[in-house]
T-cell receptor, first 112, second 112 residues
Framework: DAGVIQSPRHEVTEMGQEVTLRCKPISGHNSLFWYRQTMMRGLELLIYFNNNVPIDDSGMPEDRFSAKMPNASFSTLKIQPSEPRDSAVYFC??????????FGNGTRLTVT | QKEVEQDPGPLSVPEGAIVSLNCTYSNSAFQYFMWYRQYSRKGPELLMYTYSSGNKEDGRFTAQVDKSSKYISLFIRDSQPSDSATYLCAMNSDSSASKIIFGSGTRLSIRP
């Protein structure tokens, strides 16, 4: 079991640039979650998908954020345009049914 | 007021000590309680998963839930330097509910 795979591990970009974060969930898991973690706000749920369909995106901070899940094995989180306050660690997690979440190792985003 | 409150620490104890980590919550509908451990630059990993009130033991770890007080605890016996990490509590109202609420995490350091 390879676990949840996220890429890139680190991303440094300039304000105004587009950022795309990628996630491959555990095979067979039908729910995928995107979280953001900062010192100030802790772990915040941004959006989650069930069977590739977005169910709740109420945590997405602004229209600059968008997420897609074109198939069961891939999801992207895009920020366009990026701002310094978007700097955080972004985690992807997956699960099936009521099982606990399995997290990836995150993407550390720095926007200068 | 946050739904889940957790002291961020840091907490530093000598090796071999008993560690007590705690969270309080406000939503009486919460029934499923979890503890995650997060090492530096890694994703959170599930440590303990409990339902409703009571105790659950797994090796050196004991999770305790007191629903009447809306208070949960994680005890670590015979603490080891390898236990040094951030510990996050998490909870939800239904095992399949996707809105899992996380505490902000307590940073724990075990001194050799």
């Amino acid at each position: 079991d390879a676990g949840v795979i996220q890429s890139p591990r680190h991303e440094v970009t300039e304000m105004g640039q587009e950022v795309t974060l990628r996630c491959k969930p555990i095979s067979g898991h039908n729910s995928l979650f995107w979280y953001r973690q900062t010192m100030m706000r802790g772990l915040e749920l941004l959006i989650y998908f069930n069977n590739n369909v977005p169910i709740d995106d109420s945590g997405m901070p602004e229209d600059r954020f968008s997420a897609k899940m074109p198939n069961a094995s891939f999801s992207t989180l895009k920020i366009q345009p990026s701002e310094p306050r978007d700097s955080a660690v972004y985690f992807c997690a997956s699960r099936t049914g009521g099982s606990p979440l399995h997290f990836g190792n995150g993407t550390r985003l720095t926007v200068t | 007021q946050k739904e889940v409150e957790q002291d961020p620490g840091p907490l530093s104890v000598p090796e071999g000590a008993i560690v007590s980590l705690n969270c309080t919550y406000s939503n009486s509908a919460f029934q499923y309680f979890m503890w995650y451990r997060q090492y530096s630059r890694k994703g959170p990993e599930l440590l303990m998963y409990t339902y409703s009130s009571g105790n659950k033991e797994d090796g050196r770890f004991t999770a305790q839930v007191d629903k009447s007080s809306k208070y949960i605890s994680l005890f670590i016996r015979d603490s080891q330097p390898s236990d040094s990490a951030t510990y996050l509590c998490a909870m939800n109202s239904d095992s399949s509910a996707s809105k899992i609420i996380f505490g902000s995490g307590t940073r724990l350091s075990i001194r050799p």
